[in-house]
């Protein structure tokens, strides 16, 4: 806990209502979500310049719900979602919203998509939810520890793989076309080599993974602030490290990488490096 030092700021008292608030949000969401899931829906492109990042009703009707029950819940704290922007405060809480982390998945009827509910105190990430309401799976973690709840109500811990060799980890990203900046392809490529094994397409749901000892090394780049920011306490509170590529905070987004443990971590950046040089 000593690297998240604003986490022990904060009073059991304090964690247990903003954690329930957090699952309430993952509560109201859901609806609005399944409503449009494997349905024919309209589909929006953010995007210009020929890329394609695209919105659709459920992503804002997501939104627009946790929007307003925060508003109820805490209306002095502040909050950035991907589909509304920023609302300042001077509170030290920020929620950071991703209504739908993997449109893509989520247009193309795939379930490796999730809503995610981070909250940042001072600018850290304390607290994360992330909820995959079509599974009726729940990963969260705050006050230290990270969980997964499966459909049956069924809740146990997360905890990380003791994976200490590259040649042995399982390498997770969600598309190889979104490593597009200098080199980045390449780093990639360079971890992939050698790890054991790479799987593609798993957006937030890679990294739940990584946090229950199923996958070993995540490795991203372009991610925003409502990417990253509930994720890092679910990896984080199990054992695991995320920092972007350079070793600092992974909060503001960019160059993401994740892993079960602080050697695995090391030797990834490492490789990266030296592909970067």
């Known amino acids: ?141 705050a006050g230290g520890a990270s969980f997964w709840r499966t459909a049956d109500g069924r809740q146990r811990r997360n905890r990380t793989r003791d994976c200490a060799r590259l040649e042995d980890a399982m390498l997770a990203t969600t598309s190889p076309d979104l490593l597009q900046g200098p080199g980045e392809l390449e780093a990639f490529l360079a971890l992939k080599a050698r790890a054991r094994l790479t799987r593609y397409g798993g957006d937030c749901y890679a990294y739940c993974l990584l946090a229950a000892g199923h996958v070993d090394l995540v490795v991203e780049t372009g991610l925003k602030p409502h990417d990253v920011m509930a994720l890092i306490p679910i990896i984080e509170q199990a054992g695991g490290r995320m920092t972007n590529w350079d070793g600092g905070p992974a909060e503001a987004g960019g160059r993401i990488v994740a892993a079960g443990n602080a050697k695995l971590h090391d030797l990834a950046l490492r490789r990266i490096a030296r592909t970067l040089k």
């Not at 209502?17 to 399944?34: G, K, N, R």
Request: no cysteine; glycine share 10%; proline share 6%.
């Open 1 to 141: 806990m000593k690297e998240r030092g604003d986490v022990t700021k904060l009073s059991a008292r304090e964690i247990k209502a903003l954690l329930a608030t957090a699952h309430e949000l993952a509560d109201l969401s859901a609806a609005p979500i399944m409503k449009f899931f494997r349905k024919p829906l309209d589909v929006e492109n953010k995007a210009s310049g020929g890329d394609f990042d695209p919105v659709t009703a459920a992503d804002k009707a997501a939104e627009r719900v946790i929007r307003k029950r925060l508003a109820q819940a805490f209306p002095d704290h502040g909050i950035l979602g991907e589909e509304y922007g920023a609302q300042a405060s001077d509170s030290p809480y920020t929620w950071v919203i991703d209504p739908i982390d993997g449109t893509k998945a989520f247009i193309t009827g795939t379930p490796l998509w999730g809503t995610l509910i981070g909250l940042a105190h001072h600018g850290r990430a304390v607290l994360g939810v992330m909820n995959q309401p079509f599974t009726g799976e729940r990963i969260w973690a």
